[in-house]
């Protein structure tokens, strides 16, 4: 339809497809941290771990490269939001102002944890489910516990 008619699409429309999207990838995000933390915690893994990982890391990537901001953000910016903490998302500030503290550090910890139990310097014990610190890692098998 716009081909035919000219659509006029104003800056308050692309602020508001951004802040669409920021807060669909925001949202997405704080599920993949919440899952790799609990995969971490539980031991327990599947795809829903690995698509966590590679959205985290991408995110991470995209980070980095644009000098620990989001791209979103600076075009937020260039379609009239305002400065702030919750501008550039329909998110209330109260959940977006401290997201690197709070997802940062989910994430390093769950990430920390993985590793631990990859490396097998965290064991479950399949008997009474509870977890153990081992003192001489195994770091060529690796068993998985299904269901914890």
């Keep these: 339809m716009c081909r035919t008619v000219r659509c006029k699409m104003t800056d308050a429309h692309r602020l508001s497809l951004v802040r669409s999207v920021h807060t669909i990838i925001y949202?997405?995000?704080?599920?993949?941290?919440?899952?790799?933390?609990?995969?971490?915690?539980?031991?327990?893994?599947?795809?829903?771990?690995?698509?966590?990982?590679?959205?985290?890391?991408?995110?991470?990537?995209?980070?980095?490269?644009?000098?620990?901001?989001?791209?979103?953000t600076s075009l937020a910016v260039k379609y009239g939001a305002e400065k702030g903490y919750a501008f550039d998302t329909f998110l209330p500030e109260r959940f977006t102002r401290y997201t690197f503290r709070v997802f940062g550090s989910m994430m390093c910890v769950g990430l920390f944890l993985l590793a631990c139990r990859w490396l097998s310097l965290i064991k479950i014990d399949t008997t009474s489910q509870t977890a153990r610190v081992s003192s001489s890692p195994d770091l060529w098998s690796r068993r998985t516990v299904p269901g914890l």
């Design 27 to 72: 949202l997405v995000m704080a599920v993949s941290t919440l899952a790799l933390l609990y995969g971490g915690i539980t031991g327990s893994d599947g795809w829903w771990l690995y698509t966590a990982l590679i959205l985290l890391a991408v995110e991470t990537f995209v980070f980095v490269g644009n000098g620990m901001k989001c791209p979103l």
